[in-house]
């Protein structure tokens, strides 16, 4: 399934292109704001998500998965074109624990073959979870 780029200027489309996956699908992804200055990406909290259950915290993958998808969604708000990661870097600061989770994303760099966005991922209550870099490949 393709997406019109026109479609990718309004928060409506790029909440319909971010459910074009089945995983993020699954993740049950809600883009709470966008723009080209950046976007707010939020995941509701899933026992599936869990992967030590002695605290109860969600598995790293997927917080570096909200740091990925963050990052290109970022570009994409942005005006840029992003159709795959060349690039991934991750910080985990603390565990994640039972509630939705936030990611922000904002461009640093916009390119015309590469760019660049930083995310940071919180707790509803703003404790800092991960951070990361993503680079995105475009034309």
Known sequence: MSVDRSALTTIEGLQAALHIAPFHRWLGLDLVSASPSGIVIAMPWRDELV?????????????????????????????????????LRVDYHRPALAGRILARSRVVKMGKRLSVADTVVESEAGDLLASGRGAYLGA
């Open 51 to 87: 992967s030590n259950p002695a605290i109860g915290a969600a598995h790293g993958g997927v917080l570096a998965s909200l740091i990925d998808l963050g990052g290109l969604y970022a570009v994409l708000a942005a005006g840029g074109l992003a159709q795959a990661t060349a690039d």
